[in-house]
């Protein structure tokens, strides 16, 4: 597993995904294609135990998940390195930013046993702005970085606070969309309506031409009925 200090007896015993509980499916989503085309038919055992002979297609995001986020709290050290290297890759730009920040502390970043409130400041610095502060947290976690409790704490807090903005922003997208969706079909009832109406007044429109048609032939056939008599 990608890491950016030495591993300790302790952090062997660690699980992250211990620590990142409810955030899982934040680290998931990111490589949910690898998981289904990658990862998830390669165990057979795994699958099996999960998900039984149901055919892969017919498995939900969310059931894919519950059964991964289960195995990660269990401990499953192949899956957790799967997981975590994946993930890292595919935020590579943030690993850069990382790496970067503690060879500026020490070349050797991953002998770094812990850095103070001081030197993770330093470290921090732009990275929720440029890649997100739930990004942040969650790289933080998952690769071991030995920041101080405090600052773990505030970074947890900065990415709950971007999850409710994102919460918040979807909603009010429903919202709006639901809005259109209303919009858009009161619009065709209107349309439909229309249609009917104009359908039922050209079908009119066509008898009244027909009677007043008629009319006059009738009208003509008297006129000619009474000259005749004359």
Known sequence: MLAFHEPTPRDAMKNQFETLQGWIPEV??????????????????FYKGYFGNRPQNRLTVEEIFAAYEKELLKGNEDLGEWVVNRWVFKHGDLYTHFADKLAAINPQFNEIKSLSEEESAKILKGAPESFGAINTFLFSVLNGVVFP??????????????????????????????????????????????????????????????????????????????????
């Open 28 to 45: 998931l989503s990111p490589i949910k294609k690898e998981i289904k085309t990658d990862h998830l038919g390669s165990d057979p055992a």
């Open 149 to 230: 409790e405090k600052v773990l704490l505030v970074l947890r807090k900065m990415a709950e606070s971007e999850r409710a903005a994102q919460k918040s922003e979807e909603i009010a997208l429903e919202e709006k969309l639901s809005l259109e969706q209303a919009v858009q079909r009161h619009q065709r009832e209107m349309n439909r309506m229309q249609e009917k109406y104009e359908s039922r007044l050209a079908g009119v429109q066509k008898k009244y031409a027909a009677d007043t048609e008629a009319l006059k032939k009738q009208i003509r056939a008297f006129q000619k009925q009474l000259a005749e008599k004359k």
